[in-house]
């Protein structure tokens, strides 16, 4: 709590995960979006709240998203992957950072600033500095025959005239990481802090530890007109003939099932509210296993199998959960005077033609 409220630790985006854009539905996306913000706001407090909505890796990005982000009080939107002609385009033109309307109904209530990372969310070519890395690290020991301050300065000098070429204003946001990076924390800080030391020092650009909010401030300060961007970035391709469109329709066992679950824990989450709670069962199992599902490679289907058997584990234990709840309360209503209690039953198989339930001679239905 301290870090974050000295402004030393940022949260971004700050959802229970970070979710697809092509195969989730938007009323998934606000509750999995909820359901992270109230774990950041419960934790560190409202201090915490992210400005910036910050999706990386999803392969390919939604207008409907970046409309959702605008009227969730996001000030920006940054992610990587858009086609490579458009990345290329936008290189030439410097139109990687814009203004996204992105639903023509709600109009300017929609815009977001939004931009594209340079270095895709890695770090700047031969800068790598974790413990699998192959890159030099910063030796300023002038003693030693591998002294390399004078090319690792021009070397990241060369980078980021090159990358600002590409920009508007005289601010650019370098990304240092990637997947499975700061194995090795220590190493990695240690030869940032010396080159952003070597970098001040040489004077050419200004290196520092910054923040995706602090970057957008400066943007804006800037006072720049920006192009304005209404589609999707869809499809999404990082080559010639190679669209990422697969996964639209990858596992479409997992896909039904996700959306079964999503009818279900609404009206769970109805049922809940009208009982005021129960104490022994709640529909947070279910809320918690829609929300990680909603991930690039949940729900979308990019996984690998035990992955996958193990979302749709996840999402049975809560919708085992949900439906005890929602028998007690529909048994609740139904029986005002607490005379006969219902005992509900649900038709979990219909995709096979089975219900057990409905092959007796006498059976009423109930429909929420």
Known sequence: KTLVNNKQLEFVNAGWCMNDEASTDYNSIIDQMSLGLRFVNDTFGPQARPRVAWHIDPFGHSAEQAALFAKMGFDGFFFARIDYQDFSYRLTKKTMEMVWRG????????????????????????????????????????????????????????????????????????????????????????????????????????????????????????????????????????????????????????????????????????????????????????????????????VSGTERQHVANDYAKQLHIGQVTCQELMGYALSDLADKDGSSPLELQFCEYLNISFCPSSETDTFNVIIY
Not at 129 to 147: G, N, S
Not at 258 to 265: D, E, G
């Open 103 to 298: 639903s023509p109904s709600l109009g300017e209530e929609s815009d977001l600033f939004t931009g594209v990372l340079f270095n895709h969310y890695s770090h700047p070519p031969g800068f790598c500095f974790d413990a699998k890395c192959t890159d030099p690290p910063i030796q300023d020991d002038p003693d030693l025959f591998d002294y390399n301050v004078p090319d690792r300065v021009n070397a990241f000098v060369a980078a980021a005239m090159d990358q600002a070429q590409h920009y508007t204003t005289n601010n650019i946001m370098m990304t240092f990481g990637d997947d499975f990076n700061y194995e090795n924390a220590r190493q990695n800080f240690k030869n940032i802090d010396k080159l952003i030391k070597y970098v001040n020092q040489d004077g050419r650009v200004y290196a520092f530890y910054s923040t995706p909010s602090r970057y957008i401030d400066a943007v804006h300060a800037a006072n720049k007109t920006w192009t304005l961007k209404t589609d999707d970035f869809f499809p999404y391709a990082d080559g010639s003939h190679a669209y990422w469109t697969g996964y639209f329709t990858s596992r479409p066992a997992l896909k039904g099932y996700v959306q079964m679950c999503n009818n279900i824990l609404q009206a769970c989450k109805q049922l809940e509210a009208i009982r005021n709670g129960m104490q022994a069962i709640s529909s947070r199992i279910l809320q918690e296993a829609m929300a990680v599902v909603q991930h690039h490679d949940g």
